[in-house]
């Protein structure tokens, strides 16, 4: 079944443009939420995750995502795009009452146009 | 240097041959996971392991085993492999049992079955 839903598999902005990543997930309990950034050739490194607490969590390189529990929504979002976030991001989920798996969305490619 | 090792890189190996992916980490993490990668799917769990010899079925176990008898070693093996089994694999381990406080990825092996 599917857990994770990332809606566009290819995204491609203009340098310095918004950012804007969606994930949905389906789950009737509460979820650990993640995004992973994944350069060419390279495994897969955290950005940001929400497990409790503040719904809008901040990462690295300028991402955050928001938590929104009526949307069943994590989208990702950067104020201005710069060519090195040109890569493959995922979206996971865990749920709060197995902790242990995960599922990973279909992966979203992001275009730089300089 | 912290980090997770994979052996090999690459392996292309024929039908019914069993194979042996070897993983290891230096961090004693408690959290092992195995994934595969392919295109249009992205990633899928095949197995994780919360503690030595404490190990359960991911998504997609069909096919691989795994055994964690030390707590920085988690070997995938494929007994009898066969061409649907092509991917890109990628280890993964977490300081927590749950796995959610970030995964901390291997450089991946890819696999080719014919």
């Known amino acids: 079944a599917q857990s994770v839903t990332q809606l566009g598999s290819h995204v491609s902005v203009s340098e310095g443009a918004l950012v804007l990543l969606r994930c949905n997930y389906s789950s009737s309990v509460p979820p650990y939420l993640f995004w992973y950034v994944q350069y060419p050739n390279q495994g897969l490194q955290l950005l940001l995750k929400y497990t409790t607490g503040a719904t809008l969590v901040k990462g690295i390189n300028g991402f955050e995502a928001e938590f929104k529990k009526s949307e069943t929504s994590f989208h990702l979002t950067k104020p201005s795009a710069h060519m090195s976030d040109a890569a493959e991001y995922f979206c996971a989920v865990s749920f709060s009452n197995t902790g242990n798996q995960f599922y990973f969305g279909t992966g979203t490619s992001l275009t730089v146009i300089p | 240097e912290a980090q997770v090792t994979q052996n090999p890189r690459y392996l292309i190996t024929v039908t019914g041959k069993k194979l042996t992916v070897t993983c290891s980490q230096n961090?004693?993490?408690?959290?092992m996971s195995w994934y595969r990668q392919d295109p249009g799917l992205g990633l899928r769990q095949i197995y994780y392991s919360m503690n030595v010899e404490v190990t359960d079925k991911g998504d997609v176990p069909e096919g691989y085993k795994v055994s964690r008898k030390e707590k920085r070693n988690f070997p995938l093996i494929l007994e009898s492999p066969s061409p649907n089994q092509t991917s890109l694999y990628f280890c993964?381990?977490?300081?927590?049992?749950?796995?959610?406080?970030?995964?901390?990825f291997g450089p991946g092996t890819r696999l080719t079955v014919t």
């Open positions: 993964a381990s977490s300081p927590e049992r749950t796995g959610i406080y970030e995964q901390y």
């Open positions: 961090m004693n993490h408690e959290y």
